[in-house]
C-alpha cells in the first residue's frame, strides 16, 4: 500500500489516515506529474501541463528558451505552494536529452518559519 503522501486527499480521508504529508514530497511528486503532462491532456483543465516537446524539437537549440519560459510559466499557475521560480537549462553534451533545473522556495502558511529552498533537476529526452 502506497504511503499517505501518494495518496490523494480523497483517498486519505476516506481511509480515515489524515497523518501529515511530507509537503516537499508531496510537490515533488506534483511537479512530476505536471511536467509530464501535455496540454489537452486533461479535460477538465486543458491548459495543465506543458506544450509538447515534440512540436518544437524542429527548432532547437532556438527553442530551449521558449521551453523553459513555458515550464516556470506553468509551474507558477498550477503549483500555489512554489514562488521565485526560476527554470534553467543545463546543457547536455548529447543532443538527446533536454535537462532543466528547477528552483524555487516554498510558499509557507502565516505563523510558520522561513521558507527554504528547493531544486530539482530533471532530464528529458528529446523525442
Not at 48 to 62: K, R
Not at 100 to 105: K, L, N, P
Request: one cysteine or more; a positive charge.
Amino acid at each position: 500500500m502506497a504511503d499517505s503522501g501518494r495518496k490523494s486527499l480523497l483517498s486519505r480521508i476516506a481511509s480515515g489516515n489524515l497523518a501529515p504529508v511530507d509537503e516537499e514530497h508531496s510537490i515533488l511528486g506534483h511537479l512530476q506529474s505536471l511536467l509530464n503532462t501535455r496540454q489537452g491532456d486533461s479535460p477538465c483543465v486543458p491548459g495543465y501541463g506543458v506544450i509538447d516537446f515534440a512540436d518544437v524539437v524542429h527548432g532547437f537549440p532556438g527553442t530551449v528558451q521558449q521551453l523553459s519560459k513555458c515550464i516556470r510559466a506553468t509551474i507558477l499557475e498550477f503549483e500555489p505552494r512554489l514562488k521565485n521560480v526560476t527554470v534553467r537549462h543545463i546543457p547536455d553534451e548529447t543532443l538527446l536529452t533536454l535537462r532543466f533545473e528547477i528552483s524555487a522556495q516554498l510558499v509557507r502558511a502565516k505563523g510558520k518559519s522561513s521558507s527554504s529552498d528547493m531544486i530539482w533537476r530533471k532530464a528529458v529526452p528529446v523525442p
